[in-house]
């Protein structure tokens, strides 16, 4: 008989972001007059910047004519964009070659799809809070998960000490949703851990883009010993919009073998059973993010939303509640007031403003009591939001 795959049932109820638009939904049905402010889930709010488009329109248009039309894709990616994300590395001060480099359709599908490198008896260490995916994607692949406690003392970046043992390890920095970012000293704490014990850290860079300090890395490769313990995956989905286009990369380098096996090598045959490559259009699309005109626009739409940050963190310094992130970070990660749980604070805001954040509990055990604000919505919204939640904390 047909064995389904039970480990769906260790999945927690219902997830996350479901939740929150469930609850949302209803609040709304019951007072169908009141402006709910959506300060939750993090998609952004700016469309394409201008190169994108142009780029978009081209290569449809290319698709017309037997001369420029384009079928099928190379699985890993398609030579001009895989040349293109090299130079953004190059500019970052990162080693790192074309052939290292698989265009996917978001970093979603690869943090999943990227487990099959690696055995099922394997040990993962998710840091938490954390992405959710890390640890959902692992319970499904039946692999024992061991969690590293992120918290206020470590300041939400806990390092390797010797009680540390893992096989793979997840390191998302800055950080989704503490907004914490590690330095390029204590990332590299953490490579040479890895490379000690021979386990892979899976560094997921979605908001690099946001880094504004100088020492803290935008990618894993600008730091020493990295090519042989990591692999990044990064999209353009929080740093071009691309949250409904959907366009990823990940890098797999050369140097990375563990028991005698190539990973780059692995991943590119696993690209060519499980993808068919993404669409040339979107490609184009992606191209055109890396050109300076691109980079120029998309830059302009990341100030909006650092500005959105600033909004919620100013209203935070002017209550005294703790946080941290916004700075390097499109998120921001407060203490809930009064010792109320995360769940709480949302009930709180939603009935008394009408702002809805994420509850921290939703990203693992050690985010009970925290909140999770994204400056991803409009500026209008935002400091609306920003001066609701300031006058509601201030009459605490
Ligand atoms: N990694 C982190 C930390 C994220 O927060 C997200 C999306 O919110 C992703 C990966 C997924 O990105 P994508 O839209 O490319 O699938």
């Not at 909140?371 to 609306?384: L, N, Q, V």
């Amino acid at each position: 008989m047909l064995k389904p795959n039970i480990r769906y049932s260790q999945l927690k109820d219902s997830y996350l972001f479901n939740t929150i638009y469930r609850k949302t939904n209803e609040y709304l049905a019951a007072n169908p007059d009141k402006k709910v402010l959506r300060m939750g889930v993090g998609d952004v709010s700016l469309p394409l910047c201008d190169a994108v488009i142009q780029a978009l329109h081209n290569a449809v248009d290319d698709q017309a004519h037997p001369a420029s039309f384009h079928g099928y894709m190379p699985e890993a990616g398609a030579p001009f964009l895989r040349a293109a994300i090299a130079g953004y590395y190059r500019s970052m001060g990162a080693k790192v070659s074309e052939n290292e480099i698989f265009v996917s359709s978001g970093a979603c599908d690869d943090l999943g799809d990227i487990l099959e490198l690696f055995d099922q008896d394997n040990t993962v260490m998710v840091i938490e809070p954390a992405y959710p995916e890390y640890v959902d994607t692992n319970i499904l692949a039946g692999r024992n998960i061991v969690h590293l406690n992120a918290n206020e003392e470590n300041g939400f970046l806990p390092m390797p000490d010797n009680n540390t043992a893992a096989d793979i390890i997840y390191i998302c920095s800055p950080n989704n949703p503490t907004g914490a970012a590690y330095n390029k000293h204590q990332l590299q704490e953490w490579i040479d851990f890895a490379n000690e014990i021979g386990a892979v850290i899976l560094f997921d860079a979605a908001y690099e883009i946001f880094i504004e300090d100088a020492s803290l890395p935008h990618s894993i490769f600008e730091l020493d010993g990295a090519n042989r313990c990591a692999i990044e995956i990064c999209s353009l989905s929080k740093t071009a919009g691309f949250t409904g286009t959907r366009l990823g990369y990940t890098v797999v380098p050369h140097d990375l073998v563990r028991g005698g096996m190539n990973l780059n090598e692995m991943w590119s045959r696993n690209r060519e059973t499980r993808t068919n490559g993404i669409s040339y259009i979107l490609q184009k699309g992606a191209a055109a993010v890396f050109t300076a005109e691109g980079q120029n626009q998309i830059r302009k739409n990341i100030r909006v939303y650092k500005e959105n940050a600033a909004a919620f963190t100013k209203a935070l310094d002017k209550v005294g509640v703790w946080y941290c992130g916004g700075t390097n970070s499109p998120y921001i990660w407060m203490k809930c007031p009064d010792g109320m749980s995360g769940w709480e604070f949302f009930d709180y805001l939603i009935n008394e403003i009408q702002v809805v954040g994420i509850p921290g509990d939703g990203f693992g055990e050690c985010g009970k009591g925290y909140f999770r604000f994204s400056a991803f919505g409009s500026p209008e919204d935002t400091k609306e939001a920003a001066d609701r939640l300031c006058k509601l904390l201030e009459k605490e």
